[in-house]
């Protein structure tokens, strides 16, 4: 490897060796039994490690900037679907499937709560103050983490499920109108989960294999027709945060801000390309006419 760049002991000190081997993986050469050596392909340089890198840090910003909009919105539809039978329905076990899920989601309530009032959250020591304590659900849902909201929703009531995955798109198209959602989108919530603390945690997003996850009948929801398979890439990640992502955000501009990150951060980039991260061929006409 080439590492004449004026930057390269900069990046070994304050990046780490061991953070950036991770990125400069792919630069080695693929042995007959299909391993990599300690030999890398010819012209890799530091700098081309370094950039990558940097790429992987504004993708997982990219997501990070998606996700948030995702997290918020499932927050909303699940306070209005369930709290629309009662105010307190967090605290009700009735609302929910399972018994002792719903213990659990009272003590994570109970603890967020007390960290928030820990914080010296102003919305927190209101409703300490004014109301005894006593959070209705489109309260007690702002203090909750992202893997908590996805717990939540695994958790309600079937008709709940398919309510919010409506809410979202993902409903029955007239040809199929016993079609049923609520299963598929809990999956990929638990997903966006993994891929959210992946990027916050500030781990390596780009390359990564995360756990298989169906994508049966999404080919009829607007927006992720062609999505076939099992998908375990950021590409089937990328698809469906762009989808959950113009709906909540008409007009937005998030898929062609991906697409110009691809374009000007990864592929200037020699020894990588999109197809590691799943993405097809067509990849570009696919996101500029979602």
Known sequence: MDVSWDQSEHWLQFVGYYRLSGYWHPFRIVQSDGTRSSVFTEGTSLQSVAALYEFDRKLKAHFLSGLERVEVACRSRIADVVGERDVNALYGPHHFQNTEHHLELIDTVDRRIQRALSAKDPVALHHQATYGGKYPIWAAMEFLDFGDVSRLYANLLEADKEAVANAFGWAPPSRHPEAKFGAAFMNWLRHLTVVRNTAAHHSRLWNRHFEPVSVKRLGMVPGLQGLNGQQDKVYGTSRVLTQLVTTVSPGTSWPRQ?????????????????????????????????
């Open 258 to 290: 991906l697409v110009e990150l691809l374009e000007q951060d990864l592929s200037p980039i020699n020894g990588v390309s999109v197809e590691q991260l799943g993405f097809p061929v067509e990849w570009k006409h696919i996101f500029l006419n979602l």
